[in-house]
């Protein structure tokens, strides 16, 4: 997975803190359910919906691991 994400996008964590990405610019443009809980992930105008939160540590190892890329 890391490589299909890798250089783009943000990683996020629902109200229940399962993971999710937001892809192209990073972020939230529109609605959606997580696929583990069901709670309302995503957002709309670049604003996540209520109770999502930046997954910076998630980030941080995306970081990490560009460095690492071949």
Known sequence: M???FLGT???YRCTNGHPFTVGECGMPMEMARCPECGAAVGGQNHA???G???AEDI???E???QN???
């Open 9 to 11: 996008g943000h990683w």
């Open 68 to 70: 690492l890329a071949v």
């Open 48 to 50: 996540p919906t209520e």
């Open 63 to 65: 970081h990490d691991f």
């Open 52 to 54: 999502v939160r930046r």
């Open 2 to 4: 890391r490589k299909e």
């Open 59 to 61: 980030d941080n190892l």
